[in-house]
């Protein structure tokens, strides 16, 4: 992986809590070191957060889809069909009388 | 009735049909109770979707262990957010808001706003790297299953392909925030 690619990994770990005690301490000396690192890391969770609200979405837009799909009209009477289904009834059971 | 261990199992591995089928048995429930209790058939919709988003996020992130079935859990949940939800629209304003509340707001305000940025930003990203940064980021799907989606023959490319995703959302987040700010 590119060091840039490296970068961005260790920024993940530090905030996912994902380092072991030696990276941890490591990482505090660096931000000794490196001013730019906290900036970095405050923009790495900034994206986290806008990925949590875009998927967030994208499941809003799935659970649409679901419900369009089993809300069908097709699937559920309408006013009309309920209204005439004990006619509907009737007229079947008598052309199978005859 | 499911563990919670088999249904994250199941959200991860088939979520359309999964979710489908906790649709299909708590749905009638659901807006039985919410149409009884005053609302529409909107509002119960708009309801079970919140709690099946909240419910997705625990389960997967194990922060649930469910002691009764999906269906009985979400019920409850809906019945709550469905009682939160009235009292919201019968309440009035009782007290008015002093400068601190103010200023509170508007910091609340300018973090949602940079929420909001990224937002756009990953609208802007290309459907893989859409695709690969939710499934992973939010839908905690495991590398694993990203690289047997999109095709990748090993676990680290698809890891490599979800970094160079992450530096393209940032790089595109930082060129916004350098040009609103000169």
């Known amino acids: 992986m590119r060091p840039t690619l490296e970068y961005l990994r260790q920024l993940e770990r530090h905030l996912l809590g994902q380092h072991t005690a030696a990276e941890a301490e490591a990482w505090r000396v660096r931000q000794l070191l490196d001013s730019e690192l906290a900036a970095d890391a405050d923009t790495q969770q900034l994206l986290y957060q806008g990925l949590q609200v875009a998927g967030r979405q994208q499941l809003r837009r799935e659970l649409e889809l679901i419900h369009a799909r089993l809300e069908r009209p097709s699937r559920r009477q309408t006013w009309w069909q309920a209204a005439t289904s004990p006619l509907r009834s009737l007229l079947v059971r008598r052309s199978r009388g005859h | ?182």
């Open chain 2, 1 to 182: 009735m499911e563990t919670t261990a088999a249904l994250r199992q199941a959200l991860l591995a088939d979520r359309e049909q999964t979710l489908t089928g906790i649709y299909q048995r708590t749905f009638p429930m659901v807006r039985r109770y919410v149409q009884q209790h005053g609302g529409s058939a909107q509002d119960a919709k708009d309801v079970f979707h919140d709690a099946l988003v909240i419910f997705y996020e625990k389960v997967v992130g194990e922060t649930l262990v469910l002691s009764a079935s999906a269906s009985t859990y979400l019920v409850g949940v809906c019945r709550n957010l469905w009682r939160q939800e009235l009292s919201r629209r019968t309440r009035q304003p009782a007290i008015s808001l002093t400068d601190e509340h103010t200023e509170v707001a508007e910091e609340a305000e300018l973090a949602e706003q940079a929420t909001l940025s990224v937002l756009e930003q990953v609208e802007r990203l290309g459907e893989r790297c859409k695709d690969i940064l939710l499934a992973f980021y939010y839908f905690q799907q495991p590398l694993e299953q990203i690289a047997a989606t999109h095709q990748y023959r090993t676990v680290r490319s698809a890891t490599v392909q979800k970094f160079k995703c992450l530096e393209r959302l940032r790089n595109s987040v930082r060129a916004l925030v350098s040009a609103a700010t000169a």
